[in-house]
């Protein structure tokens, strides 16, 4: 994997870029639909790379569990198993031992925790998942990391730390020895700039294809999140592509884009669809909503995706209120082809070094119906 | 609307058709997949099309409860509402009636009822059903009917069968006044021979441009069913279309189809779609089943649809243990490509007089693995 910077910004950290995957381009900066249990829910593989989709997230943790990476390998791994023919980013499981795990242990030498599908007792160690996403056939590997919620004490975050930067070295040697694809760095450190800027610098020591952000959106304020972003991002090598784990709200990514960041992944477009909530240029709108009922125009009148081009507001209320599954698979049809737009603008803007004065009119634009 | 009987099959009453309406041909005989609450669970009508339906069926009873008629009237119709351009038949929902909603009450005049969503009280008369489906746009409308379960007495029967037909006399007037799309007669009558045979002959007096056979698939044997369908067929004219409602299970529709039986429309296919049940030439298999966990093979190898294409069953089953959309979705788009493949063998057949023997094959071979 080669990544190629296309266009510095003068004046900061942002920047649009190419991934060269054995599996075909990224353009970035770009969003990562997830798809955790081997499919981006509702949607086939060929409506994710419609909506703009390049690659998309897929989650160590709970294909481990279910179906379990022997079924997936012998299905040809991931690509094969879900049909998906593009770059697959695999996140090790880490967030997911700390958020979803029953009975979590943290030693040393890896993690025991329950199933939380049946209660079954089961360890990760960086080895082992390294192992997994081998298996899984993952064209990005993530190490096993130590994750922290906010609020914590500052011991805990120095904890973290040094324990997933132990764990990013036997990651780092096992997958020399025996990984596919490209292992990337994550970075913990919490939201002290000091602390996280001591994380990637350390972790960029260790010299990865590269370089995650881990711990953010998990409640803190969004001064908070970009000041750690910042902190972090002057650390890491600007010839390595860097990645905020979880980040997909509309105005932290574009903040995030404008301080560096070239990846994201986060699960609220496709969850929140699933509620009837529909992103849109001018805000969020829930289009459950009884004002809804009779109105004719297009889901985002500013959208030509599939679904805006096709059904109305009262049609997508209606399935909504019948319960009908093909509101949320139209729901989060468009709300792909809505990030998928917001990231081919955003690399326009960049690529014509005009993004913070393009990213501020979006913004705007995007607080106007809150 | 025209029919047009292009093939008669010699010594029995089977035969191929042709419906000719404003929305398009339609080759009978041919299986229209249920679209309830104006959408097939699941699916785009653009995928509903793929799958070889060439028309589908809503329903005025859910359709008229929720969004309501004049919703779907300001839309300009139920084609325009959801976005189906093919043609589309409209049950009464004088099943529903009988079937889903609360505290019915019939009288001569028509039937109070309350609704199953609210609780709150409406009446269908004859007219008024006419007229919801004139809002909706129907291709075909359906008069408002009297169903009965089984078993029940014989005096119901007779009973339920007068009055469909005094309630048949004014809808046909209603609809002559102010109707849309063409009206078909509903013949009732339940399972002795004599008085179906009875409401065919008394129903086709009426000269309706098709007739239905309502009152079937509610628990009775096939043999019983069998004859009371012949006993109908019998007295009605062989120019105009035959509908069997709610029948759609393949030994039932094959036989049917061998009596003379040219509309089919049955919730069966994606219903038990969503719970896992694959429909294959070898008969039903739940692809749920723990012995498919690893089975890299087609859903159904006989199969050429999308989705036996592009998938195995090992992921299919993954999808249902995952509680994930895309598995319904997925078998919901096999279950109605089997259909649509199914009638299209049924019509080849039929135009080269050798359904009897196909129709033999075809059963011998779904039996196989029940």
Chains 1, 2 share one sequence.
């Not at 569990?65 to 198993?81: D, K, N, V, Y």
């Not at 695999?90 to 030498?109: F, H, N, P």
């Not at 991002?233 to 404008?258: C, Q, S």
Request: hydrophobic share 40%.
């Amino acid at each position: 994997m080669d990544f190629e910077v296309v266009r510095q910004a003068p004046g900061s950290a942002a920047r649009a870029g190419r991934l060269h995957t054995s599996r075909g381009e990224v353009e970035t900066p770009a969003f990562m639909p997830v798809g955790t249990n081997a499919t981006v829910k509702a949607l086939t593989p060929d409506e994710v790379a419609e909506t703009g989709a390049q690659m998309i997230l897929a989650n160590a943790f709970h294909l481990y569990l279910r179906p379990g990476p022997e079924i997936i390998a012998r299905a040809g791994g991931l690509h094969a198993f879900m049909g998906w023919t593009g770059p697959i980013l695999t996140d090790s499981g880490g967030y997911q031992v700390y958020s979803l795990a029953k009975m979590r242990i943290v030693d040393d030498e890896g993690v025991s925790f329950r199933s939380p599908i049946d209660g079954s007792p089961h360890r990760f160690t960086p080895e082992g998942v390294v192992d997994i996403q081998r298996q899984l056939g993952s064209d990005i590997v993530m190490p096993l990391d130590v994750c922290m919620g906010y609020p914590h004490g500052p011991g805990e975050d120095r904890a973290a730390m040094e324990q997933t930067l132990r764990w990013a070295v036997r990651s780092r040697e096992h997958h020399a020895r025996s990984g596919t694809g490209v292992l990337f760095g994550i970075v913990q450190g919490g939201f002290d700039p000091a602390l996280r800027a001591e994380a990637a610098r350390r972790t960029a020591a260790l010299e990865f294809q590269g370089y995650a952000l881990g711990g953010f959106s998990v409640g803190e304020p969004r001064e908070v999140m970009m000041e750690a972003i910042e902190a972090a991002v002057t650390e890491l090598p600007p010839a390595r592509p860097r990645y905020v784990m979880g980040l997909g709200d509309t105005p932290n990514l574009l903040e995030a884009v404008a301080r560096g960041i070239d990846l994201f992944d986060c699960a609220l477009p496709t969850r929140v669809a699933r509620t009837g909530v529909l992103l849109t240029r001018s805000g969020r709108i829930n289009v459950r909503n009884a004002r809804f009922r009779g109105d004719l125009s297009p889901p985002d009148p500013d959208c030509a995706c599939r679904v805006c081009a096709r059904t109305t507001r009262a049609y997508l209320r209606h399935l909504f209120a019948a319960d009908e599954m093909l509101g949320p698979r139209l729901a989060t049809y468009h709300n792909l082809a809505f990030m998928g737009n917001l990231l081919r603008e955003a690399r326009s803007a960049l690529r014509e070094d005009r993004y913070e004065h393009w990213m501020r009119g979006a913004l705007a634009r995007y607080a106007s119906q809150w």
